[in-house]
């Protein structure tokens, strides 16, 4: 369980994203390499594109190549023309102060830049962006090809079939999106084992919104445990799967790391008892949300232009109490599941369409206020 990696996309900042806490986060870096661990992850677009640079100053500059593993990503989801992609890479390597990144990463694969809106094909047929990263690997500028992915299973499936040169699988994957009815982690990682490749876990603890609980979900885990964090309970749901490369946890603060370290350090899967302990409090967790799960399965069977509708209330319930309801990982679903099923560009609106429950309840405001929330904060 030894395989914790470092997420660089919240370091500490004094006055803004670019402003980074130097002193903090070098002490952080070291720390971290101190315990044994090695993989940092960052990307382009990090911290308005800064973050890079901060692995630069904090890690690459002050520390032997040898002795560390580097993740980035190129920015799949700005859409740039194929004329742009050699310089974006080169001036990642620039600003990364690497001659090689170890594990590189097309970013933020999912329907719409996958086959487009209308399922002719997206910008990563378009700009046939595999084979630029496939050229990059045999130029030894790259180690490790791989892609995050923010989609269905179904996608997943075709995307490995049709790329055999994808190495590993980054996904979002925390206890409460492992049954996701959009987000889908626990059938994407099954899917990734079932075509032998590598995993690597991110949203451990889903963007801190795993690191406190309602009371009553946080009783139930302080009587079996009461001297460990509530987020550390996410990490090790995380760290205890198989074909894990690495479990990636943002950390903000020293004492993150400190707390991230020792739960990785101490090799101690869920129990039995725990898991039962860690499924209730998922569940208070659901519960506590402003659609409780127990109303959302009241609708089950329902569809919004081909979308279960328990899947969209589920997303946009979830959402609402995160730490930061709009920068959460469901809402970067909704607009794929609409692509997939029909092949409609959420962007240009949604045709009326009535939602009806069997005992006649007319529940059309109720998923539309949901559409629209999830619409407006997709990203």
């Known amino acids: 369980m030894n395989n914790l990696g470092f997420g660089m996309m ?12 130097y002193p903090q986060l070098n002490q952080m870096v070291d720390e971290f390499l101190a315990a044994g661990y090695t993989y940092f992850d960052t990307s382009y ?14 890690l ?40 090689y990144v170890d594990y590189y990463l097309l970013h933020n694969i999912q329907n719409v830049y996958y086959d487009g809106f209308d399922g002719t094909g997206g910008v990563v047929k378009t700009t046939n962006l595999f ?14 090809l791989g ?12 995307v490995l079939e049709e790329h055999p040169e994808i190495e ?27 075509h032998g490749r590598k995993v690597i876990v991110m949203e451990a603890v889903k963007g801190g919104g795993l690191a406190k609980l309602p009371d009553e979900a946080e009783t139930i885990l302080k009587a079996i445990q009461p001297d460990k964090s509530i987020a550390s309970w996410s990490v090790r749901f995380a760290l205890g799967l198989e074909d ?3 479990v990636l946890s943002g950390m903000s603060t020293i004492d993150q790391v400190r707390d991230n370290v020792a739960t990785a350090n101490a090799s101690d899967p869920l129990s039995a008892e725990e898991q039962k302990a860690l499924a209730e409090a998922m569940r208070i967790y659901r519960e506590s949300a402003p659609i409780p799960q127990s109303e959302i399965d009241q609708y089950q069977g329902l569809l919004y232009h081909g979308v279960p509708v328990t899947a969209i209330l589920q997303a946009y319930s979830i ?30 609106g949604l045709t009326p369409q009535q939602v009806v429950t069997a005992d006649g309840t007319d529940i059309t405001a109720k998923v539309e206020e949901a559409v629209a929330w999830l619409t407006a904060n997709t990203f």
């Open 60 to 99: 690459v500059e002050r520390h032997p190549r040898e002795s560390y593993t580097v993740a980035t990503k190129f920015p799949t989801f700005l859409e740039v023309p194929e004329s742009d992609i050699e310089g974006i890479f080169a001036q990642q390597l620039e600003k990364l102060g690497v001659d």
């Open 10 to 21: 919240r370091l500490p900042v004094i006055s803004g994203p670019e402003d980074f806490d």
């Open 147 to 158: 892609i995050s992915f923010h989609s269905s299973a179904k996608l997943l499936d075709r």
């Open 244 to 246: 894990v490369i690495t």
């Open 168 to 194: 590993f699988v980054q996904i979002a994957l925390n206890p409460i999106d492992w049954d996701s009815e959009l987000v889908q982690a626990g059938p994407c990682y099954e899917v990734i084992r079932k």
């Open 319 to 348: 959402c609402q109490i995160q730490p930061d309801p709009g920068f959460s990982d469901d809402n970067n679903y909704l607009k794929n599941a609409f692509a997939e099923a029909e092949h409609v560009d959420f962007r240009e």
């Open 131 to 144: 084979e630029h990263a496939k050229q990059w690997k045999a130029d030894g500028k790259i180690r490790h």
């Open 45 to 58: 677009v990090y911290h308005n594109g800064a973050s890079e640079l901060a692995v630069r100053k904090a």
